[in-house]
Every structure is written in structure tokens, then in C-alpha cells.
T-cell receptor
């Protein structure tokens, strides 16, 4: 059973910042939070991973509050090519990588 | 090389056929995974190999038989499949089996159609 809850879908326009929130109320001490992006008929692609506070890389930022019961993936200035499904995964060192329902992001021109 | 290579990309097989899906990685990853994905659904975990040993079988029917001949290769043998087994089959690998440092790399998948 997936440990996460995300919105089913979101819409945005090019150039806007998109924030996708994931709820993981039962996160364990040793769990990490990882986000993946998937385009149709392709395998998921790692975006970002974090444990607490804020993580930033060249494509996204991940915000994790102190209680770690949720996380927010932030995509700055989205483009049409960011239209995809975004998955939030929570897993510890010996856990299985279980995908939740994901968030289908549609970016409009 | 940060690729997971899956072959074939597409496969059509009859219900009495035997076929195999192949997956290869050369990143030194010791965890390898098989997922099944139906249209507009999330990937569904099937099997996990850790250090070339089967560590997780998510109650997958025996018509799916995984094999890990060495640390770089993962096979999925298919026999007597049903039309409902038609899906995208994804292979993935990661450095460790689990959450920490678990940047899993996925292949492009094999689109399987059972007729």
C-alpha cells in the first residue's frame, strides 16, 4: 500500500511556478522522500530526493517541513515539456519502491 | 553510463508462447526491479532482486518468472500469458535496495501485447 497522497491532476500555464504537494502522514524516521517524473510510454525519471528542510537541484526544489508529514515539489517556470505525471515516493533503506497514484500535470501555452 | 537498457521495445505474443524480456545495466547497481504498468496507472512492483537474489515477489502469478544471471542482467520469462497481462513492463536498478540514496534508474520499458 502506497504511503503517499497527491492531487490527481493539476493545470498550469507556461512560465508559471508549479507546486505539487504530497501527504505522507505515517512517514518513518528512516524514510526518504523521492520524486519521479514520467512521460507517456517512458520509464519514470528521478527528479529530486530529500530527508528534511529544503533541497534544490537544477530542475526542481523540494520543501519538507519539520514534521515531515508532507512535502512540496516546486517546478519553477514550467514549459510545455513539463507536462507529465509526477510521483512522490516515501521509502526507507530496506523498503520497496511503491508508487502512489501520482499527479498528472498539464501545462498549457 | 547511466542507462538501463530493455529489450525488446515492443513484443506481441500469443497466449501459448514463451518469451523473455531482458534488462541490462552497467552502473554497478545491486538492486534491480521489475514493474508492470497499465495505461494511466502507476507502475506496480512485481519483483526485486538484491545482490542477485530474489528479495521481493509481490505475489506475481507463476506465468511470470524472473531471473538474474549476474549483477548486470535481469530477465523476465513469460509463459502462458493472458490478454490482461498486456502492459508496459519496466525494469529499474538502484545502488541500494530501498529509500536512502535510492535514485532508481528506469529503462524505457517493453510494451507487451498478448493476443
Amino acid at each position: 500500500l502506497a504511503k503517499t497522497t497527491q492531487p490527481i491532476s493539476m493545470d498550469s500555464y507556461e512560465g508559471q511556478e508549479v507546486n505539487i504537494t504530497c501527504s505522507h502522514n505515517n512517514i518513518a524516521t528512516n524514510d526518504y522522500i523521492t520524486w519521479y517524473q514520467q512521460f507517456p510510454s517512458q520509464g519514470p525519471r528521478f527528479i529530486i530526493q530529500g530527508y528534511k528542510t529544503k533541497v534544490t537541484n537544477e530542475v526542481a526544489s523540494l520543501f519538507i517541513p519539520a514534521d515531515r508529514k508532507s512535502s512540496t515539489l516546486s517546478l519553477p517556470r514550467v514549459s510545455l515539456s513539463d507536462t507529465a505525471v509526477y510521483y512522490c515516493l516515501v521509502a526507507g533503506n530496506t523498503d520497496k519502491l511503491i508508487f502512489g497514484t501520482g499527479t498528472r500535470l498539464q501545462v498549457f501555452p | 553510463d547511466t542507462e538501463v537498457t530493455q529489450t525488446p521495445k515492443h513484443l506481441v505474443m500469443g497466449m501459448t508462447n514463451k518469451k523473455s524480456l531482458k534488462c541490462e545495466q552497467h552502473m554497478g547497481h545491486r538492486a534491480m526491479y521489475w514493474y508492470k504498468q497499465k495505461a494511466k496507472k502507476p507502475p506496480e512492483l512485481m519483483f526485486v532482486y538484491s545482490y542477485e537474489k530474489l528479495s521481493i515477489n509481490e505475489s506475481v502469478p507463476s506465468r511470470f518468472s524472473p531471473e538474474c544471471p549476474n549483477s548486470s542482467l535481469l530477465n523476465l520469462h513469460l509463459h502462458a500469458l493472458q490478454p490482461e497481462d498486456s502492459a508496459l513492463y519496466l525494469c529499474a536498478s538502484s545502488l541500494l535496495d530501498g529509500g536512502m540514496d535510492t535514485e532508481a534508474f528506469f529503462g524505457q520499458g517493453t510494451r507487451l501485447t498478448v493476443v
